[in-house]
């Protein structure tokens, strides 16, 4: 990791020099005077849609920020490592961090990322477009629920209706009432791009130039809508079970349905002039900060699973092969792990925000619990293998489909024998692959999940909301515990920031009432599984 604490120095410093330039200059002709002519201006931008759409490409590279030093602190160094992905080799803070529950300062990244770049990116599109390019708005109206939903499922409660509202401060809704929000949203977003896609398809040339994603085309943009519509409603199965099998069926009904292909799946990249940079290479490779995670290697070497020199690269050790890191363990020194398995993405790699495999995961858990997914839950479960193997080009899925025997492996750590996991930890999973019609739901759920686990490699965040949901795949423990007593078992989320107590200390305390239990760590999500 590079220096954060010189990072924080330097943005109070660049404000200042503006603050002063701002006091000293004339006023006078100010508009004038402070006009780049090389630029384009308000009334410029509006002939061609810059004016609302220019703030869609830096809100589609802020859902993982593209900022290699702020996706570590947004995501990578919570999420990944908390889903069983990865692990780090690195003892920050001298051994005390967020691996073994004891919470950084660093939190505050995953507030502001999407606070700064998406909601307000959102607000801007809303205001200068909602009324004039409602299919652009409709567009960033979707990737604000793609970002969105992923900083309450980290927190629980955020400021989201009246964010932008004016005032010192903003006060939090609740989970509940945020999900209620992104199903409206998602719902508008879709009967407006349907719309214009029936009837303005030239409109999309206004649309191409901001797309990192789609190049322009509504009908991918409303089937990212409806699985994104999908993925948040199998998240309340077990909250709101109605209102879960209402929207996901609403979801695969509709006309133009959910992902079934990976040419649909959503991955942003470089494009009209913008170079996307994949920040887990530059974490992985350059920092040497993140491994394969233990959990990972016990789940890919036990199943011999294709994927596992697709996802990972082989381990700098004697002999080579594959070798991952448990989290919550006692790192001395960063040389004893570094050597253990680095990610296996390049640079240019698309950031992928969401795929088919998934949702034929999600529509294979529908149908175990009755929903109408259009398809039995074997099939929908053999699916979701299949397309996760085209789309990391593993070969013939077949085999492994039909392998009804293969469990995770055991796990030796090289360094300390006191971080192996044996056949006699209880934590240690027995799920096989093959499909069998006459399992109860719970081990049908469990296989489900764990597929769909390991297919979600590696956006380690929605992995973790679906453990912290299901308390499915079988994760690890954490070896060393040093939340003070706040966890007991996993981690169920991150406490509101500390920058929120300092700017919006009212309304942060308020939203603590929200939880249903203290601002900390161990408080369960409100969609979470009792």
């Known amino acids: 990791m590079k220096k954060i604490t010189s990072i924080y120095k330097l943005i109070p410093a660049a404000a200042l020099t503006l603050a002063i330039a701002g006091q000293t200059a004339c006023t006078k002709n100010f508009e004038s005077f402070n006009t780049n002519p090389n630029e384009l201006t308000d009334s410029l931008l509006k002939y061609d849609y810059k004016y609302v759409g220019a703030f869609i490409p830096g809100m589609l590279t802020s859902i993982y920020s593209t900022v290699?030093?702020?996706?570590?602190?947004?995501?990578?160094?919570?999420?990944?490592?908390?889903?069983?992905?990865?692990?780090?080799?690195?003892p920050f803070n001298s051994g005390k961090n967020n691996s073994n529950y004891f919470m950084m300062d660093w939190n505050n990244w995953v507030f502001k990322v999407p606070y700064d770049n998406i909601m307000s990116g959102w607000k801007l599109v809303q205001e200068r477009g909602a009324k004039t390019r409602p299919d652009l708005f409709a567009v960033a109206t979707i990737v604000k629920v793609t970002a969105m939903h992923r900083v309450t499922d980290v927190f629980g409660p955020i400021p989201y209706s009246k964010f932008g509202a004016g005032g010192f401060s903003t006060p939090y809704d609740s989970q509940e009432s945020v999900y209620n929000a992104f199903f409206t949203e998602l719902d508008q977003a879709i009967a407006s791009l349907t719309t214009f896609d029936k009837t303005n398809p030239g409109?999309?040339?206004?649309?191409?130039?901001?797309?990192?994603?789609?190049?322009?085309?509504?009908?991918?943009?409303?089937?990212?809508?409806?699985?994104?519509?999908?993925?948040?409603?199998?998240?309340?199965?077990?909250?709101?079970?109605?209102?879960?099998?209402?929207?996901?069926?609403?979801?695969?009904?509709?006309?133009?349905?959910?992902?079934?292909?990976?040419?649909?799946?959503?991955?942003?990249?470089?494009?009209?002039?913008?170079?996307?940079?994949?920040?887990?290479?530059?974490?992985?490779?350059?920092?040497?900060?993140?491994?394969?995670?233990?959990?990972?290697?016990?789940?890919?070497?036990?199943?011999?699973?294709?994927?596992?020199?697709k996802y990972f690269r082989a381990a700098a050790l004697a002999g080579g092969g594959f070798k991952g890191v448990r989290n919550g363990i006692d790192i001395k020194v960063k040389t004893d792990y570094e050597t253990f398995?680095?990610?296996?993405?390049?640079r240019s790699t698309p950031i992928r925000v969401m795929s088919a495999s998934e949702m034929y995961f999600l529509r294979a858990e529908g149908a175990i619990r009755g929903w109408d997914m259009k398809g039995t839950a074997k099939t929908l479960y053999e699916e979701g293998i299949r397309t996760s193997f085209a789309q990391f080009d593993a070969g013939d899925a077949s085999a492994y489909i039909a392998n009804g025997?293969?469990?995770?492996?055991?796990?030796?750590?090289?360094?300390?024998?006191?971080?192996?996991?044996?056949?006699?930890?209880?934590?240690?999973?027995?799920?096989?692959?093959?499909?069998?019609?006459?399992?109860?739901?719970?081990?049908?759920?469990?296989?489900?999940?764990?597929?769909?686990?390991?297919?979600?490699?590696?956006?380690?965040?929605?992995?973790?909301?679906?453990?912290?949901?299901?308390?499915?795949?079988?994760?690890?423990?954490?070896?060393?515990?040093?939340?003070?007593?706040?966890?007991?078992?996993?981690?169920?989320?991150l406490p509101f920031p500390p920058d929120e107590y300092k700017n919006n200390k009212d309304e942060t305390t308020k939203a603590a009432a929200l939880l249903g239990g203290p601002d900390n760590p161990g408080t369960k999500l409100w969609w979470q599984r009792p």
């Open 405 to 493: 025997t293969a469990k995770p492996a055991t796990y030796t750590d090289p360094v300390n024998a006191d971080n192996n996991v044996t056949a006699a930890d209880s934590y240690l999973s027995t799920m096989t692959i093959a499909w069998n019609e006459g399992d109860g739901f719970e081990k049908k759920l469990e296989r489900i999940v764990t597929q769909k686990w390991i297919s979600l490699f590696p956006d380690g965040q929605e992995a973790w909301s679906e453990f912290r949901r299901t308390g499915y795949p079988r994760l690890w423990p954490v070896v060393v515990n040093l939340s003070g007593g706040t966890v007991t078992g996993f981690i169920n989320r």
């Open 341 to 346: 398995s680095p990610l296996n993405i390049d």
């Open 68 to 90: 290699d030093w702020q996706y570590q602190l947004q995501q990578n160094l919570n999420a990944d490592i908390y889903s069983g992905f990865m692990g780090i080799p690195t």
């Open 203 to 309: 409109g999309k040339a206004q649309l191409k130039p901001f797309d990192l994603v789609y190049g322009g085309e509504y009908a991918n943009w409303i089937r990212l809508a409806n699985s994104l519509k999908l993925r948040l409603a199998v998240r309340l199965a077990y909250i709101k079970p109605a209102l879960a099998k209402q929207k996901a069926e609403e979801a695969v009904a509709n006309e133009y349905g959910v992902f079934t292909s990976n040419a649909q799946n959503a991955t942003v990249h470089s494009g009209n002039g913008i170079t996307v940079s994949n920040s887990l290479y530059v974490i992985s490779q350059e920092y040497n900060d993140i491994r394969m995670g233990a959990t990972m290697e016990s789940f890919l070497k036990g199943y011999n699973d294709p994927r596992l020199p």
